[in-house]
């Protein structure tokens, strides 16, 4: 069964930048995944920040961006802020109707 | 304003079932697939189930596949997840969300269901 990877956790200092990733246990992830990105803090629902790999939701601010590097999708944060410490999810679209999201980023602003 | 309103959730008794409700508004329901995603306590989020704008299709996780049915009713702008020979592993905060280029677009705030004897 195909794992989508996400690293467990990261830190970046305010105001900085700082790139999650999201691979595939087998094989590479491309365009065709169409994978988005979700931000959560605890106790409250998602919220949607990326969708087919590089669309912005709407109202979210232009610090966060998506993109391939190499062969997982990533999820740039630019200007980090102190609110911006949360959980992030990545979600890839398998193909045939199924979704499998990623473990989760619990990222830290310090 | 767009919006999904989940509902149905509680205590059940393992076996069990439970039928989860989403209403929505704010957009056109019936062009729209539709999406059940659920986050047990303290882990992360898990994909469950998905029916196409028509209700034509629907798909499942793996860990729900013959024991979850979705549906929707387009008169009633309602989606709903009927859950059965419900298990202690499928305690979880269930969410709806409504579908978009093949993401997760609006969500709800959720409706938990807890399966314990």
């Known amino acids: 069964q195909t794992v989508v990877t996400q690293e467990p956790s990261f830190s970046v200092s305010p105001g900085g930048t700082v790139t999650l990733t999201c691979g595939l246990s087998?094989?590479?992830?491309?365009?065709?995944?169409?994978p988005s990105w979700y931000q959560q803090t605890p106790g409250q629902a998602p919220r949607t920040l990326i969708y087919?790999?590089?669309s912005r939701s709407s109202g979210v601010p232009d610090r966060f961006s998506g993109s391939i590097l190499g062969n997982k999708a990533a999820l740039t944060i630019t200007g980090a802020q102190a609110d911006d410490e949360c959980d992030y999810y990545c979600v890839l679209y398998m193909g045939s109707g199924i979704w499998v999201f990623g473990g989760g980023t619990k990222l830290a602003v310090l | 304003q767009v919006q999904v309103v989940e509902s149905g959730g509680g205590v059940v008794q393992p076996g069990g079932s439970l039928r989860l409700s989403c209403e929505t508004s704010g957009f056109t329901f019936s062009n729209h697939g539709m999406h059940w995603v659920r986050q047990a306590p303290g882990k992360g989020l898990e994909w469950v189930a998905y029916?196409?704008?028509?209700?034509?299709?629907?798909y499942y996780a793996d860990s729900v596949k013959g024991r979850f049915t979705i549906s929707r009713d387009s008169s009633k702008n309602t989606l709903y997840l009927q859950m059965s020979s419900l298990r202690a592993e499928d305690t979880a905060v269930y969410y709806c969300?409504?579908?978009?280029?093949?993401?997760?677009?609006?969500w709800g705030q959720g409706t938990m269901v807890t399966v314990s004897s």
């Open positions: 969300a409504k579908g978009t280029s093949y993401a997760f677009d609006i």
């Open positions: 087919s790999t590089n």
């Open positions: 029916i196409r704008p028509d209700g034509s299709n629907k």
């Open positions: 087998s094989g590479s992830v491309s365009g065709s995944y169409y």
